[in-house]
């Protein structure tokens, strides 16, 4: 498993379900998934403890839809069709605990789709805890006086998400 634990980022990748709970600096990543990658992003340039406009950034084990294998000699695998779009992903599960913020309880979450669109949004809960729904791969959280990115009176666009993705890479 690999760590990130800055003040503007914390992630975790690898075989989360092994590993349980990953406490670092500011949340709690909690993730079933065999495989994954949850990473916390503070997207106003302030440290995830003080940011207004944080977005959560899930993705699972993935494959092309029709990839096929046959079994070589176990257990390797040899590739017998990459397949084609779409990407198909294993469903998401877990929490991230937000264990520095005290204000989260009057933040507001967008979830989000692929195109950054808000499908749905509520709070957060009393405890500072997001639960990842299975299908969502970006959530965006922000304080209701946030002015930056996604708010319940201003929601997210592609262009907007594909701008504070390109900061992160």
């Known amino acids: 498993m690999i760590q990130v634990n800055a003040p503007a980022v914390q992630a975790v990748t690898g075989f989360l379900s092994t590993v349980g709970a990953v406490t ?9 998934m065999d495989y994954g990658t949850v990473m916390v992003v503070a997207v106003d340039g302030n440290p995830i403890k003080t940011s207004s406009s944080i977005v959560v950034s899930i993705i699972s084990e993935n ?6 294998t046959s079994m070589n ?7 017998q ?17 937000f264990t520095s913020r005290m204000d989260m309880p009057q933040w507001t979450i967008n979830a ?30 922000s304080t209701p006086s946030s002015t930056s990115g ?3 009176t201003q929601p997210i666009g592609p262009s907007d998400l594909k701008v504070l993705l390109n900061d992160l890479f």
């Open 24 to 32: 670092l600096d500011d949340v709690t990543i909690d993730a079933g």
């Open 63 to 68: 494959r092309n839809y029709n990839w096929t």
């Open 73 to 79: 000699q176990p257990p390797v695998q040899r590739i």
């Open 81 to 97: 069709w990459v397949g084609s779009s779409p990407l198909m992903l294993k469903s998401f599960s877990g929490s991230v605990t």
């Open 112 to 141: 989000l789709d692929e195109n950054g669109y808000v499908i749905g949004s509520r709070n957060v809960t009393s405890g500072g805890q997001l639960t990842l729904e299975p299908t969502t791969l970006y959530y965006h959280i």
């Open 150 to 152: 996604a708010s319940s």
